[in-house]
């Protein structure tokens, strides 16, 4: 194609859903798939060859699992509305309060929902402050010291979230956070939900001491259910964002080459996070070093919509394609389509080598944003 487009790769998507159904075997745990990391439908009849539940943040997801995926979710929320909550728990399963009066205000509408409270362990090594759920101020969780000796009778389990893109040796250290704060509760609890963020997918993450860990966990506590709800895992490495230089550009001795997608609209987290992304081909270098380095630009308005400086090993021509790696995961859930720029398309790339688009995105899509 010579208009951008994601493409998502059938077999690392289902060597990555093999290895988390193994996990999940072996952790005798539910592993189940974050919308907010990954929400393309059309894969879900690949998904529901490998997990059972999806867990959402909002109606919008709820409705998605319901009727996209086939079944009822898990559901959290850092605040539920009156107008909306009622068609939430209807397409739940498990529907988690994030505080106190939250549960008290809704719990009596949840119907047949699981009901769980989220908590806060005062403890994350997220290293962003932007990601960090446990952050002093946090809004997200109740903290140990306000929770009430005896639990509500409906209460039936504990949200505890705090790890991103985190490996197995993270886990361990806040686990013991975890338990420190919040054991005295768990023989008032059928299940505990430890969150997204464990990388199981990422090639130097230690699965056996997970294996490990949660053999102890079951030992002790034998009653709870244990369930994870990983995003990034189950997208992590499984196709790239094709791009193409449409101008090259000089100032002050730098070069940039102007692609025809856009970091803000296409790639948010490489500016929110932030965090360079992998260029097939080039070298993330610090500083221009020859006629062969590019600074990367958007073609937004927005004068910070560029990236860094890499090295490529030949110069760069209007038409060029440019491939960046590893954008299928949270990318592809935060597009927008700020100046109108067109979107990229999404296809898949089947194990026979057939590419399906997917989806191609038109004017009608950016002008019913704002019918």
């Not at 929902?113 to 759920?133: F, H, K, M, Q």
């Not at 102890?216 to 994870?228: D, G, M």
């Amino acid at each position: 194609m010579n208009t951008p487009i994601y493409i998502i790769e059938e077999k690392r998507l289902r060597n990555n859903l093999e290895l988390i159904s193994n996990v999940a075997r072996r952790t005798q745990a539910e592993w189940i798939l974050a919308f907010k990391a990954f929400a393309l439908w059309k894969t879900f009849p690949i998904f529901r060859e490998y997990i059972n539940a999806t867990t959402a943040s909002s109606l919008s997801e709820a409705r998605l699992a319901q009727e996209e995926f086939g079944a009822k979710c898990h559901t959290y929320s850092p605040a539920y509305t009156d107008y909306e909550f009622d068609d939430i728990a209807r397409c739940s399963s498990h529907l988690t309060f994030n505080s106190l009066s939250q549960y008290d205000r809704f719990h009596e509408r949840a119907g047949q929902c699981s009901i769980g409270l989220r908590v806060n362990p005062e403890y994350s090594e997220v290293g962003t402050a932007l990601y960090n759920p446990c952050a002093p101020g946090t809004r997200f969780g109740v903290t140990a010291d306000k929770l009430p000796e005896q639990l509500p009778a409906d209460i039936e389990g504990f949200h505890c979230h705090c790890h991103c893109e985190s490996g197995a040796e993270v886990f361990e250290r806040t686990l013991k956070h975890i338990e420190e704060k919040f054991s005295a509760w768990f023989p008032q609890l059928k299940w505990i939900n430890f969150g997204g963020g464990h990388l199981v997918t990422r090639k130097d993450y230690d699965i056996e001491l997970l294996v490990r860990l949660m053999d102890a966990f079951h030992q002790r506590y034998p009653h709870l259910k244990v369930i994870f709800e990983p995003g990034s895992a189950f997208a992590w490495q499984t196709g790239p964002l094709v791009s193409h230089v449409v101008d090259i550009v000089e100032d002050k001795g730098i070069k940039t080459a102007i692609l025809d997608v856009s970091f803000t609209c296409h790639m948010p987290d490489c500016l929110e996070m932030p965090y360079f992304p992998d260029v097939r081909g080039a070298e993330h270098v610090e500083e221009s070093s020859s006629h062969l380095s590019y600074r990367l630009g958007g073609n937004s308005c927005l004068s910070g919509d560029f990236m860094g400086m890499w090295r490529f090993d030949h110069e760069l021509q209007v038409g060029d394609e440019l491939i960046f790696e590893d954008m299928i995961h949270y990318t592809t859930v935060k597009t927008n389509m700020f100046n109108g720029i067109s979107h990229p398309a999404i296809g898949m790339l089947h194990v026979d080598g057939r590419l399906e688009i997917l989806r191609q995105f038109t004017y009608e899509d950016y002008r019913n944003r704002m019918d």
